[in-house]
T-cell receptor, first 113, second 111 residues
Framework: QQQVKQSPQSLIVQKGGIPIINCAYENTAFDYFPWYQQFPGKGPALLIAIRPDVSEKKEGRFTISFNKSAKQFSLHIMDSQPGDSATYFC????????????FGTGTRLLVSP | NAGVTQTPKFQVLKTGQSMTLQCAQDMNHNSMYWYRQDPGMGLRLIYYSASEGTTDKGEVPNGYNVSRLNKREFSLRLESAAPSQTSVYFCASERGAGWTYFGPGTRLTVL
């Protein structure tokens, strides 16, 4: 049972475009929603995260939008660059002092020059 | 400061063989985790250790055992490897407030 559903599976945008990756969750007890970036052959790296008390969070060119009533959250990458080409994972967890992350299935992003 | 280190980086096993994946972190984190990554399935939690001396099952624990040797080290053991355990295994540690750091992974093939 996939508790966090992620789409699209893959995405191609031109340099400067704004790719958007969407995730939906089922468990309303989730209260921490991070995004991870993974390059080939590497481990995932935390990119940005949000908690349900805010609807949007920006860090540099990366923005998370969060809709609690719809149980959805999304990642926007502004002014995308070829170096952003990677696989992106959304995740969710219940903050109990430690994080048992439930991951989406990933989105492979290609930013063409 | 090496972060989270894993050994080995690659391993090929025959069905029925056993092995231990090693993980260490030098960030003095309390919580450590083992995930496996399979194509099209994201990462799934195998076992975790919320603090030194404690371990607990995650989403997919069958066929695995773990040991939290001390605060730094958290190992994953496959007692009798099966082809279904072919995967990339990631160890992670958490600083708190959701800051989870992943190691570089171990790519395991079971023939």
């Amino acid at each position: 049972q996939q508790q966090v559903k992620q789409s699209p599976q893959s995405l191609i945008v031109q340099k400067g475009g704004i790719p958007i990756i969407n995730c939906a969750y089922e468990n309303t007890a989730f209260d921490y929603f991070p995004w991870y970036q993974q390059f080939p052959g590497k481990g995932p790296a935390l990119l940005i995260a949000i908690r349900p008390d805010v609807s949007e969070k920006k860090e540099g060119r990366f923005t998370i939008s969060f809709n609690k009533s719809a149980k959805q959250f999304s990642l926007h990458i502004m002014d995308s660059q070829p170096g952003d080409s990677a696989t992106y994972f959304c995740a969710a967890s219940i903050d109990t002092g430690f994080q048992k992350l439930v991951f989406g299935t990933g989105t492979r992003l290609l930013v063409s020059p | 400061n090496a972060g989270v280190t894993q050994t080995p980086k690659f391993q090929v096993l025959k069905t029925g063989q056993s092995m231990t994946l090693q993980c260490a972190q030098d960030m003095n984190h309390n919580s450590m985790y083992w995930y496996r990554q399979d194509p099209g399935m994201g990462l799934r939690l195998i076992y975790y250790s919320a603090s030194e001396g404690t371990t607990d099952k995650g989403e997919v624990p069958n066929g695995y055992n773990v040991s939290r040797l001390n605060k730094r080290e958290f190992s994953l053991r496959l007692e009798s490897a099966a082809p279904s355990q072919t995967s990339v295994y990631f160890c992670a540690s958490e600083r708190g407030a959701g800051w989870t750091y992943f190691g570089p992974g171990t790519r395991l093939t079971v023939l």
